[in-house]
């Protein structure tokens, strides 16, 4: 065989990429179904795809589509009738105005309409603070498209609440962009009327755009109230929000996520998504928009099993010496403190998978602000879940 190249790999390797980290959870999922390959029995507690499966009236829908014709490639920006119901579900359940006509874009998966967006809206050396912990992606999207994450550090002894102060000092005259995200994967915190006013006044007065993460609106716990930051006063001019159907619906596989807000910013971001994806899969909005227009009663049932299962995890880890796990506000992660165990997050999720054969995700995947704690997704059976805590329990011994 002839030489390949005269340079090395690494040559070819474009420099923005060549440091970037694989997704950390991913590569959880990756090793636990490694040691599954070689027959050990592992607990995979590391992914975010829901067990339910997407409910029948939606999987007939895309068929329906699918049979009738409906597979070609449809308007960039969405199909009519998905942007229609997407800006009428955000007016009736966020308070939230948007023109279908140029205020939406639908994306496979709420990744990337982030993606795209932060591509569009964040340039060389721009500053984007990121509340952390932090869903993994935001960073390694900030660096891709050169700009420079600045971690906003929250407080687990302060229950991860954000503050004006904090606020403050991160914030900077390079600033550009905040990313929030509530419920917050990893910590379920759901953000309360003065943190989301805290977060409006700073954006107003150093002048930032404010990207929400609203993926999870629709899993919220004890009476707490999911609020729109684009409904706070002055906030719908500078604010991009992001949604998607894979948590509510449970369609994580079929990709179908959107970006809505003020014209001028959606426009760019159309540039891309029109450059990358053309659009997102014709037959699958026709899904999304029986997903928004049916029927709604299967969430609350989804809700009371992620309810179940976060009591459950957090009683039987709360037995557990050396972790403590409160109840989360949102969202379906426990994401519990193990800093008494004297040991690091790796550390311990490397212990549990070797020992417990149970797989975690370690906190400081989410940023630094994360070390001291361990991710558990509930995406699991009630009885895995048990299992898992029991095996959590056989390694570090009981209260
Ligand atoms: C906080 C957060 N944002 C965005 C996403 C992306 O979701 P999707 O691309 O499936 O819509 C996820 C998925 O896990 C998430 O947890």
Known sequence: ???????????????????????????????????????????????????FITPAHIRQAATD??????THYVSSAGTPALRQAIAKKLLVDNGIEVDPIGGVVVT?????????????????????LVIEPSWVSYVPMIELAGGRPIPVALRPDDNWRVTPEILAAAVTPDSRVLIINS?????????????????????????????????????????????????LPGMAERTLTFNGFSKAYAMTGWRLGYVAGPKPYIAEIEKIHSHSVTCATSFVQAAGVVALTGPQDFIPDMVSAWDRRRRAVATGLNAVKGISCPLVEGAFYAFPDIRETGKSSVEVA???????HVALVPGVAFGQAGEGH????????????????????????RR
């Not at 390797?13 to 959880?28: E, F």
């Not at 309360?192 to 716990?221: G, P, S, W």
């Not at 361990?374 to 011994?397: E, H, M, N, P």
């Open 108 to 128: 496979p998966g709420g990744k990337q309409s982030l993606f795209e967006s932060i591509l569009a809206l964040v340039g060389p050396g721009d500053e984007v």
């Open 65 to 70: 589509a699918m049979n009738a014709g409906d």
């Open 183 to 231: 419920p917050n994967n990893p910590t379920g915190r759901v953000l309360d009327q003065a943190e989301l006013t805290a977060i409006a006044d700073l954006a107003r007065d150093h002048d930032l755009l404010v990207f929400t993460d609203e993926m999870y609106e629709k899993i919220i716990h004890d009476g707490n109230q999911h609020v729109s930051i684009a409904t």
């Open 350 to 356: 490397d212990l549990l998978l070797q020992e417990g």
């Open 1 to 51: 065989m002839s030489e390949m190249t005269n340079r090395s790999p690494d040559e070819f390797i474009a420099a923005r990429v060549r440091d970037l980290a694989p997704s950390p959870t991913l590569a959880v999922s990756d090793r636990a179904r490694a040691l599954k390959a070689q027959g050990i029995d592992v607990i995979d507690l590391g992914g975010g795809d829901p067990d």
């Open 374 to 397: 361990l991710r558990l997704s509930f995406a699991t059976s009630d009885d895995l879940l048990d299992k898992a805590v029991q095996r959590i329990g056989d390694v570090f011994g």
